[in-house]
């Protein structure tokens, strides 16, 4: 059975940092492509970063370059997304998800497995 478990959410200020952890069980971790999205009130889920272990590969959108970095440790297959400058508008539930191709991709429909969100609040 795959499982993400994604943590670390929380209320921040303005200008803080978070990192969010995603655990992940139940497939080849490196092979997979391990995203986050996120899904703020009366919005589209949208993605926000992916990365593919077994390349290093990683995308991310345009409103966090430079401020959010998504990295993973295969060793404890678990991907992290530690997002710094944070403002009101990364205000959202952010989602862990997976998807056994490994295609480096924000496409939300290219995703089988997803985890539970956790809630990132930001506070101006």
């Known amino acids: 059975e795959v499982q993400l478990q994604a943590s670390g959410g929380g209320l921040v200020q303005a200008g803080g940092s978070l990192r969010l952890s995603c655990a992940v069980s139940?497939?080849?971790?490196?092979?997979?492509?391990i995203a986050w999205f996120r899904q703020a009130p009366g919005k589209e889920r949208e993605g926000v970063s992916c990365?593919?272990?077994?390349?290093?590969?990683?995308t991310y959108i345009d409103s966090v370059k430079g401020r959010f970095t998504i990295s993973s440790d295969s060793a404890k297959n678990t991907v992290y997304l530690q997002m710094n400058s944070l403002a009101p508008g990364d205000t959202a539930v952010y989602y862990c998800?997976?998807?056994?191709?490994?295609?480096?991709?924000?496409?939300?429909?290219?995703?089988?497995?997803w985890g539970q969100g956790t809630l990132v609040t930001v506070s101006s």
């Open positions: 139940g497939l080849t971790f490196e092979n997979s492509a």
């Open positions: 998800a997976a998807d056994r191709s490994g295609l480096l991709t924000l496409t939300l429909a290219n995703y089988e497995f």
């Open positions: 990365i593919v272990s077994a390349t290093g590969d990683t």
